[in-house]
């Protein structure tokens, strides 16, 4: 036959490092994807943790970490996982991650691991964990689950750390436990309900409207 | 296949060996970084109680003063040091955990004291530190007490929590809070009266055994008081006998 039938040779394009779609894997989850503002995921913990920068971003560290190496994980393994039981293997993957996480604070930032405490275990219940593995993981390669990860985690370590920055400035009236009222020079009244829950449900209640205002966004 | 039981029960073998692996590893390789940490915590806490050590940096500075300048003993509830455990092991009273001995019946357990010495004099306690364990308004709370030579003085407290209120009961672990103790008394003619918080924050000096409560978290000044008193009625042989021993001669430990 002619050389028409020859089989060309598929050259696939390899797909740059940073392409067009892979930077919405991670831009996405900032605003217009948030899992906290936007798919209300993760409340609790946002709740829980920031009373204070310090520890807040301790946490964000520690949850974005867990998302990108659980996603990776589960992602290696997702031609091999069976369907039946596919939860509860995400479930023992992100247990190991945020055991090892607990392990490691207490280990190397004691001081860390008594403030945080509880709730480094409760990552493992964190929906935004479950939720990558579940809609992006298990269908997606490494690389590209890596940076949806990234993503989810950055989305929500912005998100809590805003809530702590207004939590910590006006319940303590101090930034990372910098004095900032006090070094300028003001006596500024510290406020208890910013101290408790109430005071990150009223301030993540408030980013979450001027950001749907912003956006446009409205639930279906 | 990726469906058949058998590929489930072998995946699952397979992962559950994999992952109890990996955390086995971490757990013991993690184990002294964690001991040690653990440690310092426990010395930092004592020091605390005594002296303030805001300006050491370093743990190790922390280990060093520690060991410089304390001494520790245990003691049963009459006062008598005890030297080994139930299971015939050497007690070390910094490795005694307040919380797991506080679940022990009052007359067995064992009571940890630790000796600040004399800065110039290493041969005079300077100060004793009473470790003590209770329950506050919603988890445990624990302390550290600091008494003066006279075994009767409050020279500070170092007050500590898992989960009480924030901006209310959680206050017990500020100097605020802790500086109202100095100077308390806890005898009254040799009788132990220990120092009650009072209810409803007045802003007022409280008599020698009294102090100032805090507004919102009288429960949890209850359940200091309550420590308190547990914790002194349970030295207090220990006291009395250090006391009559230093009138006469040096003790010896």
Redesign the interface.
């Known amino acids: 036959m002619s050389t028409e039938t020859l089989e060309k040779p598929v050259v696939k394009e390899a797909e740059p490092l940073f392409s067009k779609r892979r930077k919405k894997f991670v831009t996405d989850p900032l605003n217009d994807d948030n899992p906290v503002t936007v798919q209300v995921l993760g409340i609790c913990s946002a709740l829980a943790v920031t ?1 204070k920068m310090q520890p807040t971003l301790v946490m964000a560290i520690a949850v974005t970490l867990v998302i990108v190496f659980s996603n990776l994980l589960i992602s290696l393994m997702r031609t ?6 596919r939860i ?2 995400q479930l ?2 992100v247990a ?1 991650l945020v ?2 996480v607990s ?2 604070l ?3 930032a ?1 001081d860390m691991y ?1 403030v945080l405490g509880a709730y480094v275990g409760l990552i493992i219940t964190n929906c935004i964990v479950m939720g990558r593995l579940e809609a992006f993981a298990l269908a997606n390669k490494p690389y590209d689950s890596m940076l949806d990860g990234l993503g989810s985690g950055l989305g929500y370590s912005w998100i809590i750390l805003a809530v702590a920055f207004f939590r910590e400035l006006f319940g303590s009236a101090s930034i990372f436990d910098f004095k900032v009222f006090a070094a300028m020079g003001l006596d500024f009244p510290t406020n ?1 309900l910013m ?2 829950p109430i005071g990150a449900f009223m301030i993540l209640g408030l980013i979450i409207w001027v950001q749907r205002t912003k956006n446009g966004y409205v639930e279906h | 296949m990726r469906q058949s039981n058998a590929y489930v029960l072998l995946f699952s073998g397979v992962m559950t060996i994999i992952l109890g692996g990996a955390l086995s590893l971490a757990s013991v390789g993690l184990k002294p970084a964690q001991t040690k940490q653990i440690e310092l915590d426990t010395k930092k806490k004592i020091l605390g109680a005594v002296m303030d050590i805001s300006n050491l940096k370093t743990g190790e500075e922390v280990l060093a003063l520690y060991d410089k300048r304390f001494k520790s003993v245990v003691v049963d509830i009459n006062g008598n040091p005890v030297e080994k455990d139930a299971k015939g092991n050497p007690l070390i009273a910094e490795k005694i955990d307040i919380q797991k001995n506080h679940k022990v019946d009052k007359e067995v357990r064992n009571y940890p004291v630790f000796m600040f010495l004399d800065e110039n004099d290493p041969s005079k306690v300077a100060a004793y530190v009473f470790p003590m364990f209770g329950s506050g308004l919603w988890d445990w709370i624990s302390g550290y007490m600091a008494l003066d030579g006279d075994l009767n003085t409050i020279k500070g407290v170092a007050f500590d929590h898992k989960s009480e209120t924030p901006g209310l009961g959680a206050r017990i672990t500020t100097p605020e809070i802790q500086g109202r103790y100095v100077g308390k008394e806890i005898f009254e003619n040799g009788d132990l009266v220990s120092v009650t918080m009072v209810k409803g924050e007045s802003g007022k000096p409280q008599d020698a055994h009294h102090v100032d409560g805090m507004s919102g978290a009288t429960l949890t000044g209850k359940g200091v008081n309550a420590m308190l008193e547990n914790y002194l009625s349970s030295y207090t042989a220990f006291i009395k006998k250090q006391k009559s021993a230093s009138g006469q001669s040096a003790m010896a430990f």
């Open positions: 009373v091999l996982i069976p369907n039946r039981v509860i293997v023992a993957v190991t055991t090892l392990e490691v207490k280990a190397y004691f008594k208890g101290v408790d």
